[in-house]
């Protein structure tokens, strides 16, 4: 019997257990460059007065640095997994509402279709949400 619910990436016991062996693999590249980052790095995020903590994937206080891993990829029939690009949009909204003064990354997986990756579709796409400070970059 097929189960057609089942949202897994082929080859993968869960789709959590993927994105943290993405963070882990993003975390490595900042270690070799001699920077620690953390995972589940607070800092407080709001566009007005209130503020209110929250987490991304990876951070540090020096230097200042915000990083969220999206290990995303085309659907199995290689359409766009939109549902997906809004968990994007929602990373860039946090970003926005950061405090200054931090460099902020958006990692995401080198992944293509016909030639295109999913970062550079999102980049066409959504390129207008994408906050002027903030870097996207495939690994």
């Not at 999206?70 to 509402?97: C, D, L």
């Amino acid at each position: 019997m097929t189960d057609y619910n089942n949202f897994q990436r082929i080859g993968s016991d869960h789709n959590a257990g993927v994105g943290r062996l993405f963070e882990e693999r993003i975390r490595e590249l900042f270690l070799k460059k001699g920077i620690a980052l953390r995972r589940g790095f607070a800092v407080p995020v709001g566009v007005a007065k209130t503020k209110k903590p929250h987490k991304f994937d990876l951070g540090s206080d020096n230097p200042p640095i915000l990083v969220e891993c999206k290990s995303h990829t085309w659907t199995q029939g290689e359409n766009v997994p939109s549902a997906k690009m809004t968990i994007w949009n929602e990373a860039m909204y946090y970003f926005h509402a950061a405090p200054q003064g931090f460099q902020k990354i958006l990692f995401v997986l080198k992944n293509e279709r016909a030639g295109q990756s999913l970062a550079a579709y999102y980049l066409h796409t959504y390129g207008h949400l994408i906050p002027d400070d903030v870097e996207v970059s495939r690994a």
